[in-house]
């Protein structure tokens, strides 16, 4: 008999990122209130691979995502996005999402959204089998989704 899925919460701070009067804003993604880029880090670490944690949320004022909550919902509007079938959840830490990115599937069905198949393109021998995946109720994440949505949208 299939077993449920562990349901996690979703959020997405939206914060400043950069030093300087101007700073860009960062797109953070928290999972039961610790940062996708802590899960990560630790899973990382745990597992021995070079440069563990070296991420950022995504820095919005340095990726073309084109509609978030299209983005976010896993139908990017950038070719290169949607033809790989993932998305970033991640940048690096230097502010760059191509430089370093943490990408997974984004799977939706009636009531789920799930992300699984995380990958780190430029170290496609680390396994991230046993990260994730992360299950969410379908409306707790639209509506996630739409509270990052107004957020950056704002001035």
Known sequence: MPTSPLMR???FDVRPWGDGPDPARELL???DNVSLV??????????????PGAYA????????????AAYLTGQPESAYWAKR??????????????CWPL???????????????????HR????????????FQRNQYERAVREAAALTSSP
């Open 9 to 11: 919460k979703v959020r």
């Open 29 to 31: 993604p928290y999972i």
């Open 38 to 51: 802590d899960l990560v880090s630790g899973f990382e670490h745990a597992a021995g691979y070079d440069v």
């Open 57 to 68: 949320g995504i820095v919005l004022d340095h990726f073309n995502f084109g509609d978030l």
């Open 85 to 98: 079938g993932v998305i970033a959840l991640l940048g690096c830490d230097c502010g760059e999402v191509g």
């Open 103 to 121: 990408e997974a599937r984004v799977l939706i069905d009636d009531d789920l959204v799930t992300w699984r198949g995380f990958a780190q393109p």
């Open 124 to 135: 496609p021998k680390h396994d991230y089998g046993s990260f994730g995946p992360f299950t």
